[in-house]
């Protein structure tokens, strides 16, 4: 019986922790496609996200061909032909790509804290992207925020959670994706339920991005809140520029950001 019972408890252990790979993985790049499209991505968001940010994975799984063809080119494409601004687009587009595809293939879940246990959904997924395996969190941290040092970016990932910045509703390119990240930047910032100043109690209240990233907003000021000077509503930006404010990070909302 006590065997049978370790055996249960092994299986149940590799289920959860084991690495699940994409079917992609393990497929030659092809370096001579020069020109990269998004256009497919670019449907797929227009046609299933709204205008809140919600992504309709029910109907999407349902209708999942467009984003299957644009993830079989961002397994083989040839990223660095590209310039940096569409380089950083490309990424950017295959990060949140990728995540949508993770979501809808466990679909119906409520949360990506749901698919694996301890972050296992960026950490245990793999994907293919430019001839190469990588897990969420690779792309994020090792290619994203490794090349492209602007912490503008974590206003564009955007991780099926309500806690995340609003899913755009259009693909990146790279001759916009200068506008788009401060555009991007300025919605996140000016919006209550992600950073909100009280300034009778002196306090600002921050999703936990400024918290776990803290190092990507110094590059070029001395603190966080130097760098939301530049984004917040005047008064606001007026009041952190003269006093003294405590930092009161806001619980994470880790609920899918699913169209209801």
């Given at each position: 019986?006590?065997?049978?019972?370790?055996?249960?408890?092994?299986?149940?252990?590799?289920?959860?922790?084991?690495?699940?790979?994409?079917?992609?993985?393990?497929q030659k790049a092809t370096p001579h496609i020069k020109i990269f499209s998004?256009?497919?991505?670019?449907?797929?968001?227009?046609?299933?996200?709204?205008?809140?940010?919600?992504?309709?994975?029910?109907?999407?799984?349902?209708?999942?061909?467009?984003?299957?063809?644009?993830?079989?080119?961002?397994?083989?494409?040839?990223?660095?032909?590209m310039s940096y601004n569409e380089r950083l687009a490309f990424w950017v587009?295959?990060?949140?790509?990728?995540?949508?595809?993770?979501?809808?293939?466990?679909?119906?879940?409520?949360?990506?804290?749901?698919?694996?246990?301890?972050?296992?959904?960026?950490?245990?997924?793999?994907?293919?992207?430019?001839?190469?395996?990588?897990?969420?969190?690779?792309?994020?941290?090792?290619?994203?925020?490794?090349?492209?040092?602007?912490?503008?970016?974590?206003?564009?990932?955007?991780?099926?959670?309500?806690?995340?910045?609003?899913?755009?509703?259009?693909?990146?390119?790279?001759?916009?994706?200068?506008?788009?990240?401060?555009?991007?930047?300025?919605?996140?910032?000016?919006?209550?339920?992600?950073?909100?100043?009280?300034?009778?109690?002196?306090?600002?209240?921050?999703?936990?991005?400024?918290?776990?990233?803290?190092q990507d907003f110094l590059e070029g000021y001395t603190n966080v809140g130097?760098?939301?000077?530049?984004?917040?509503?005047?008064?606001?930006?007026?009041?952190?520029?003269?006093?003294?404010?405590?930092?009161?990070?806001?619980?994470?909302?880790?609920?899918?950001?699913?169209?209801?």
């Amino acid at each position: 019986m006590g065997l049978l019972v370790l055996s249960g408890v092994g299986v149940t252990f590799l289920y959860w922790f084991r690495v699940e790979k994409d079917a992609r993985v393990g497929q030659k790049a092809t370096p001579h496609i020069k020109i990269f499209s998004h256009t497919l991505f670019d449907e797929v968001l227009q046609t299933f996200v709204d205008t809140e940010g919600r992504l309709d994975y029910a109907r999407l799984r349902e209708q999942p061909e467009k984003l299957e063809t644009y993830l079989d080119r961002l397994a083989v494409a040839a990223p660095e032909k590209m310039s940096y601004n569409e380089r950083l687009a490309f990424w950017v587009n295959a990060y949140n790509a990728l995540v949508i595809k993770a979501v809808i293939d466990r679909f119906p879940i409520t949360s990506v804290r749901k698919v694996k246990p301890f972050g296992g959904f960026f950490y245990r997924l793999q994907f293919q992207v430019a001839g190469k395996s990588y897990t969420l969190n690779q792309i994020e941290h090792e290619v994203i925020r490794e090349e492209f040092v602007d912490a503008r970016v974590h206003f564009v990932l955007v991780c099926a959670s309500v806690g995340c910045p609003s899913l755009e509703n259009r693909a990146f390119l790279g001759e916009t994706i200068e506008s788009r990240l401060e555009a991007a930047t300025f919605s996140f910032i000016r919006n209550p339920n992600k950073v909100r100043l009280d300034s009778d109690e002196r306090r600002l209240y921050l999703s936990k991005i400024f918290k776990w990233y803290e190092q990507d907003f110094l590059e070029g000021y001395t603190n966080v809140g130097e760098f939301l000077i530049d984004y917040l509503p005047q008064e606001d930006a007026e009041f952190l520029e003269v006093e003294e404010v405590g930092y009161h990070y806001l619980d994470y909302d880790w609920t899918l950001n699913d169209k209801q």
